[in-house]
């Protein structure tokens, strides 16, 4: 079943000069080993380091990343695939829970889904408890991000995380992203960064397109339920620089035995990029659409009463649309980086979690609406000095951004039919930030860092209920500071502290009635504020093995948070997290890898009370994967096998009821000749019944109490699942 698309607008843009404030101090730079520490002091960007460890093949492509003019006439260039395991990072980084995924790990791990590829991120989880054209759910370091609250996504400087969201503050959508157009993914767990601002306190992970492919690719992939995608990509030049093309389609059914999802996501991407004054420059046009109908979860006492299996649905009618449209530029040198962008985005997704418990007539279907442009940019300088004979590298920045939210809504409805408005806003978000950050290098194997960071807010909310309409404003400085040792040119040592925050739905600030009840409501602060500590280890040998061991702490303030799904704040209280993670990779006999990541984590309530437990909803103790692969970029044999292991979550503040845990295995394997690649990959190979998540809740059937009925409610994990790709390049 497929309904009727709502219209929308084109997508318009208009790009204003940015002018970008210049703070003192500066961030973590890379630094060269014990030896070489003083002798060549200067600052690498991560493109540089890529280098490293690379797979080079000679394409008859012209030239491109950042080449002279004298090259672009040159048939021959190296082509560099990122390998980002086996790059040594020891003297270049300021926490062990920092580093790099390249492009060669990401095209050789078979994901079900795009959102997927966030758990190449070590102890993050993504699942979905909905339809898959939406926004994934998170899970890193005990916290239940729902849909990217406290941690910061970003691809080539644009955010992905939407502030004042329709669904959830934080939302993060990454199904608008080519998995094979990435060149790398940058991670960073923690607070201690300053150049990360908002939805920082469980870490960042940083998204780099591909400036070239070298050649041109043509991919079919063919699945199970009626699974469909095709993918093709090429380079051309054009103007002395190149020009980089993708698009993406995708169709799909689903497992579902009462719902046909009906997923039809189209993605194109284009990128240009040439030489400009001494660096590189690049404009990149990004356009994703996307339909489905949705299998939300379901509460388990219907498939114990046999009413629907557990892949059915009760409400066959859930769905949404979701669309975003983005222009950006960048350009980079060896000390400056500078970007600007402009988004349009829009959400519409209708839900039915709770059936009739707040509508015993018409039911509890609802519809949220987000449709918004962005505006921003940043610019950031990076230089050395000496103080004192000692060798000193600043980096300093500015950021800024400007949501402009046309409507943010909440709607009662039947069927997709609208009954009622709960809540209609328009709003007007504004943030700035600057950072610095400098390190200091007092040995050859000694250095510390200190950073500083300040983050302005201002939003105006004007909605249709007058009393929830206003302005709120709120800044907030964030000190982080650390210290590096190197004991060897395989082991360094590092400790860590910082503060963090994660901004609140502009809504909630404002607010004075409760809009479901239009009670007194008490509004929140625009910011949350955390602060955490770390100390770490990183072993790396560039012929067998790169392991990083941390143990953390961080602890929240009482997270005021607005409930895009209900329309109110709720406040949780001051909380506590412990944990300690490994993450361990091993190369040997030229072609096979092995990686074990492990995620322990304890997650507190520190204020008790007698109405509730101290266990925070929805964290997760134990996380695991552990996976092998045989093969290189070159022809022959390819193949992966993948563990992972989602362990028993909290599901109330009790602890009295636990969702139980999630074993998944996933396998690929292929062969490639000079032109053409085949692949297998089989999704949950065991066929396990396990589910992708649970909450537990109230809810109501037609002829249930009238106060609803407890129950655990969950989305089932997709049965196992084969799809087989061919690929043709040339």
């Not at 995608?229 to 698009?247: K, M, N, Q, T």
């Not at 579902?256 to 999802?261: G, H, K, L, R, V």
């Not at 388990?300 to 046999?306: C, I, K, L, S």
């Amino acid at each position: 079943m497929k309904y009727t698309r709502i219209s929308r607008s084109s997508p318009s843009f208009l790009i204003t000069p940015l002018a970008a404030a210049v703070f003192t101090f500066s961030a973590p730079t890379v630094l060269s080993q014990t030896s070489a520490y003083k002798a060549d002091y200067k600052t690498e960007q991560i493109s540089e380091q890529k280098s490293a460890q690379t797979t080079e093949k000679t394409t008859k492509q012209p030239t491109t990343d950042s080449v002279s003019a004298d090259k672009k006439n040159n048939p021959q260039l190296k082509t560099v695939t990122v390998i980002g395991h086996r790059l040594n990072q020891l003297g270049k980084k300021i926490s062990a829970a920092e580093g790099t995924v390249g492009s060669a790990e990401i095209a050789n791990r078979p994901v079900l889904r795009t959102g997927e590829i966030l758990e190449f991120v070590p102890g993050m989880v993504v699942t979905q408890h909905s339809g898959s054209g939406k926004a994934n759910q998170y899970f890193l370091r005990g916290f239940n991000l729902d849909h990217g609250t406290d941690f910061n996504s970003s691809i080539d400087g644009m955010p992905i995380n939407m502030r004042t969201h329709g669904h959830g503050q934080g939302y993060t959508d990454l199904n608008f992203i080519i998995p094979e157009l990435i060149s790398s993914i940058d991670y960073r767990k923690g607070a201690y960064y300053a150049d990360v601002g908002d939805f920082s306190g469980a870490g960042a992970a940083s998204f780099s397109l591909k400036n070239l492919l070298g050649e041109n690719i043509v991919s079919a992939t063919l699945g199970e339920n009626h699974y469909g995608r095709v993918f093709a990509a090429g380079d051309v030049a054009l103007h002395e620089g190149l020009l980089l093309v993708g698009i993406e389609r995708q169709l799909s059914d689903g497992p579902w035995t009462d719902i046909n999802e009906d997923i039809d996501k189209l993605n194109f991407n284009a990128r240009y990029v040439k030489p400009l004054a001494d660096g590189t420059f690049s404009l990149t046009a990004m356009a994703y659409d996307n339909s489905w109908n949705s299998p939300d979860q379901i509460p388990a006492r219907v498939v114990e009463q046999g009413l629907i299996d557990s892949y059915g649905s009760l409400n066959p009618t859930n769905g949404g649309e979701s669309s975003r449209y983005s222009l950006s530029t960048n350009w980079r040198t060896d000390s400056w980086n500078a970007n600007l962008y402009a988004i349009q985005s829009d959400l519409l997704l209708i839900s039915d979690f709770t059936y009739f418990l707040d509508d015993p007539v018409n039911g509890d279907q609802y519809k949220q609406v987000d449709d918004r442009h962005i505006f921003g940019g940043a610019l950031s300088h990076q230089w050395n000095t000496e103080l004192f004979n000692i060798a000193v590298n600043h980096h300093i920045g500015s950021e800024f951004r400007y949501d402009d939210i046309a409507k943010v809504g909440l709607y009662k409805t039947k069927a997709r039919k609208w009954l009622s408005t709960v809540r209609e806003d328009g709003v007007k978000e504004t943030s700035s930030g600057l950072f610095g950050q400098t390190r200091f290098l007092l040995s050859d194997t000694f250095s510390t860092h200190i950073g500083l960071r300040y983050d302005y807010y201002h939003v105006d909310v004007d909605s249709n209920i007058v009393e929830n309409s206003g302005a709120a404003d709120k800044g907030k400085f964030s000190l982080k500071a650390g210290a590096t040792y190197l004991f060897s040119d395989h082991l360094e040592a590092f400790i860590n502290a910082g503060q963090g925050f994660h901004s609140n739905d502009a809504r909630g600030a404002t607010l004075t009635l409760d809009p479901v009840t239009l009670e007194p409501a008490d509004a929140v602060e625009l910011i949350v504020p955390s602060t955490g500590a770390e100390v770490g280890l990183k072993l790396f040998d560039e012929k067998r093995f790169n392991i990083s061991a941390s143990l953390w702490y961080l602890e929240s303030e009482s997270e005021l948070i607005f409930i895009g799904d209900a329309g109110h704040n709720e406040a949780s209280r001051a909380s506590e997290r412990v944990g300690a993670e490994l993450a361990s990779y091993f190369w040997f006999a030229n072609k096979w890898n092995l990686d074990v990541e492990l995620a322990w984590t304890r997650a507190r309530f520190s204020e008790n009370t007698r109405e509730e437990g101290k266990y925070v909803d929805g964290s997760v103790p134990f996380v695991a994967s552990t996976g092998i692969s045989y093969g290189g970029q070159g022809n022959g044999l390819h193949s992966s096998l993948r563990y992972r292991y989602f362990g028993a979550r909290v599901l109330e503040s009790f602890n009295d009821i636990k969702a139980n845990s999630t074993s998944t295995v996933n396998f690929g394997i292929g062969y490639q000749w000079d032109s053409i690649n085949i692949e297998l990959e089989v999704h949950n190979v065991l066929d396990s019944d396990e589910n992708d998540i649970d909450y537990y809740y109230a809810s109501r059937l037609a002829g249930e109490p009238e106060e609803g009925i407890e129950d655990l409610h969950y989305h089932p994990a997709e049965p196992r699942t084969l799809r087989a790709k061919i690929e043709y390049r040339f």
